[in-house]
């Protein structure tokens, strides 16, 4: 079993920055991929930004790329995912989520199989 945990959510200004970390037990993982994801209540989740777990390969989504940074530290089997210049459409419920069945970036959020509680993330304006 796979436990994956968030952390580093919180409120912030408008061109403030946040780190959250997805701090993942229960296995290491050498192959596959993480994701972050955001959700804002009514709406569908979002991909944010997927590093892959061998090579190190990223993804990040265009409303967000310049100002987010995915990251790993394999030896912590934790990733990160870096906000600045935080602006308050990017408020929403940050989900970080586990696949390891390919190398392959996955951008989509039925590709993964597991996935932590979510974290908070408000940006005030």
């Known amino acids: 079993q796979v436990q994956l945990v968030e952390s580093g959510g919180g409120l912030v200004q408008a061109g403030g920055s946040l780190r959250l970390s997805c701090a993942a037990s229960?296995?290491?993982?050498?192959?596959?991929?993480v994701g972050w994801f955001r959700q804002v209540l009514g709406k569908e989740r979002q991909l944010v930004a997927a590093?892959?777990?061998?090579?190190?390969?990223?993804y990040v989504e265009g409303s967000v790329k310049g100002r987010f940074t995915i990251s790993r530290d394999n030896a912590k089997n934790t990733v990160y995912l870096q906000m600045n210049s935080l602006k308050p459409d990017d408020t929403a419920v940050y989900y970080c989520?586990?696949?390891?069945?390919?190398?392959?970036?996955?951008?989509?959020?039925?590709?993964?199989?597991?996935w932590g509680q979510g974290t908070q993330v408000t940006v005030s304006s």
């Open positions: 989520a586990a696949q390891s069945r390919t190398t392959l970036l996955i951008l989509n959020s039925p590709g993964y199989d597991y």
């Open positions: 229960g296995r290491t993982f050498r192959s596959g991929g």
């Open positions: 590093i892959n777990w061998s090579d190190g390969s990223t």
